[in-house]
């Protein structure tokens, strides 16, 4: 069984840091300067009977140039190509203009969309609910997963269930 998974966000929430753990080596360029995933990248994750293909994005900003708007418009189009979609928003920042407008173009795609809330390490757990709340006050999320992509927390249970939606 296979799929193709497609994780976007804005920038500086974590995608490539869960892309590199997820491959258990560094394919993708981590940083904390915006902008450093330029591409697409992708990055195949094999078992014996399971195959997911991840593409990384790059982060979705407000584009000032035309740069910008070709990155921003290639992580959208993303969208269009997978078969999950990762929405990565950070535990420890309050959802703002930015998540708005990549929750406007979430609705408008046909595709199932998982909430991963990430740096869960950075926050109380009080916190991480009240982030997971107010999220799904905006959008129907197929599931929501908090995960601690830089130390590896959960991110297991979030790999289980991309496997069981093959
Ligand atoms: P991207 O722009 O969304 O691809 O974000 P990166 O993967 O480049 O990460 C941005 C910064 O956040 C880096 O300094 C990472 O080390 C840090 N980071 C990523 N995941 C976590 C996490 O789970 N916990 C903490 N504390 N930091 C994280
Ligand atoms: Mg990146």
Redesign the pocket.
């Known amino acids: 069984k296979s799929g193709f998974v497609s994780i976007i ?1 804005r ?7 869960l892309l590199n753990h997820v491959m258990g080596q560094k394919i ?1 360029i ?3 300067k ?1 902008q ?2 330029r591409n697409k990248i992708q990055g195949i994750y094999t078992t014996e009977n399971e195959q997911i293909v991840f593409i ?1 994005t790059p ?1 979705i900003h407000k584009p000032h140039n035309a740069l910008g708007d070709y990155m921003v418009e290639s992580a959208y189009s993303t969208l269009r190509e997978v078969d999950t979609v990762l929405f ?1 928003v950070p535990a420890d920042e309050a959802r703002g203009k930015g998540d708005n407008m990549i929750i406007e173009r979430l609705k408008k795609a046909n595709v199932p969309v998982i909430l991963v809330v ?5 926050v109380h757990p009080d916190q991480l609910l009240a982030q997971i709340d107010d999220f799904r006050t905006q959008m129907d999320f197929k599931e929501v997963v908090p ?5 590896g927390n959960n991110t297991e249970k979030l790999l289980e269930i991309l496997k069981s939606n093959l």
Do not use: F, H, R
Not at 11 to 17: D, I, L, W, Y
Not at 118 to 122: F, L, S
Not at 147 to 151: G, V
């Open positions: 966000g920038p500086n929430v974590g995608k490539s840091t993708a981590m940083s904390d915006a450093t995933t990384d982060g990565m990430n740096k869960i390490d950075k995960i601690s992509a830089l130390e």
